[in-house]
């Protein structure tokens, strides 16, 4: 960790990936991406014709990194394309490093707009999306 690094947090870790409807690559969609740990933060992009798009890795400072409480962000990535718009991610942030979303890996993901949405966990966070990627999510916890 460098000096410049001190109080750093991820919010939300780089993402790249493709929008495909009915397995068509979405071509000129808005991508909104918002993240809140202490306050609202938000960038966006637009997709290439041939559906991709890519967003940096979203940081705050904060002293909260070295105190004794527990980290979370919510996340939410909403498309935008024609007259409609597709929440194609919903999620808590649980730890503060970069790309916990996808284990460690780049976050890298494929979302078919007309995909029923799952939830899984990774990392003990909760992550509702449209999208896949490569990830082992946390198995699955028997209440009963």
């Given at each position: 960790m460098s000096l410049?690094?001190?109080g750093k947090v991820c919010l939300f870790s780089g993402i790249s990936g493709v929008i495909t409807l009915d397995g068509e690559p979405v071509a000129n969609a808005r991508v909104v991406r918002k993240a809140d740990r202490d306050g609202e933060k938000q960038d966006e992009t637009t997709t290439d014709e041939r559906g991709r798009f890519s967003l940096p890795p979203m940081f705050e400072r904060t002293i909260a990194k070295y105190l004794p409480q527990e980290f979370?962000?919510?996340q939410d990535i909403t498309v935008f394309h024609?007259?409609?718009s597709y929440s194609i991610w919903r999620g808590v942030k649980r730890k503060p490093e970069e790309n916990t979303e996808s284990r460690g890996?780049?976050?890298v993901v494929a979302c078919e707009?007309?995909?029923e949405e799952k939830m899984i966990k990774v990392n003990?966070?909760?992550i509702i999306s449209l999208c896949t990627w490569d990830v082992e999510p946390d198995p699955i916890?028997?209440?009963f």
């Open positions: 410049t690094d001190a979370a962000a919510s024609g007259d409609q890996k780049p976050l707009l007309h995909a003990n966070s909760p916890e028997k209440v």
